[in-house]
T-cell receptor, first 120, second 109 residues
Framework: QVALRESGPALVKPTQTLTLTCTVS??????????VSWIRQSPGKALEWLAR???????YYSTSLKTRLTISRDTPKNQVVLTMTDMDPVDTATYHC????????????WGQGTMAVVSS | DIRMTQSPSTLSASVGDRVAITCRAS??????LAWYQQKPGEAPKLLIS???NLQSGVPSRFSGSGSGTEFSLIINSLQPDDFATYYC???????????FGQGTKLEIK
């Protein structure tokens, strides 16, 4: 059964770096077509795509946030990691990871999300 | 950039009702549209892809239609489990950063 599970700190101080981990099961990160994206959901706002890593380890970033984001993977651990630097209270959100089976494909399986609050 | 606009933002309905949610794209997206359902505290669930293709396991009371710039999600005979928030998304984008609609919350009347 395909599943994704996010983990990370619940509270981050302004200017700090947020590190989130997505642990996947039921599929291989290196299987042809497999992509894992990070998507966030701020209270009262639309879902916002942040970054993607594909089966060939190619990385893609939101143009508005790319200077702050780094996505990477640890294939033996079946994990995808997102770091976001210089956190601000406006970055308070639930962060989801989600799988798509291709770059131009919908997100067919999502994790439940991990809430990160940015506050001093 | 292609922008997606959903309406209404909130919809009140009763069990057994038929409801429709609309999603409009700022330009022609052919049929590259997905619909997701999200319940509080849960992961979004993919319901429909390619505007009208129901995902495996999704009840047949859900249907999607449209192409180009106007799309609809129809739910026939609402069930208690259907009260949730629904999102549309244009997904045929290299960088899908602003491709979700703002969501429609379906509430019990």
């Amino acid at each position: 059964q395909v599943a994704l599970r996010e983990s990370g700190p619940a509270l981050v101080k302004p200017t700090q770096t947020l590190t989130l981990t997505c642990t996947v099961s039921g599929f291989s990160l290196t299987a042809s077509g497999m992509c894992v994206s990070w998507i966030r959901q701020s209270p009262g706002k639309a879902l916002e795509w942040l970054a993607r890593i594909d089966w060939e380890d190619e990385k893609y970033y939101s143009t508005s946030l790319k200077t702050r984001l780094t996505i990477s993977r640890d294939t033996p651990k079946n994990q995808v990691v997102l770091t976001m630097t210089d956190m601000d209270p406006v970055d308070t959100a639930t962060y989801h990871c989600a799988r798509s089976q291709g770059i131009f494909s919908p997100f067919d399986v999502w994790g439940q999300g991990t809430m990160a609050v940015v506050s001093s | 950039d292609i922008r997606m606009t959903q309406s209404p933002s909130t919809l009140s309905a009763s069990v057994g009702d038929r409801v429709a949610i609309t999603c409009r794209a700022s330009q022609d997206i052919r049929n590259w549209l997905a619909w997701y359902q999200q319940k509080p505290g849960e992961a979004p669930k993919l319901l429909i892809s390619l505007a009208s293709n129901l995902q495996s396991g999704v009840p047949s009371r859900f249907s999607g239609s449209g192409s180009g710039t106007e799309f609809s999600l129809i739910i026939n005979s609402l069930q208690p489990d259907d009260f949730a928030t629904y999102y549309c998304q244009y997904y045929n984008s290299y960088l899908p950063e602003k491709t979700f609609g703002q969501g429609t919350k379906l509430e019990i009347k």
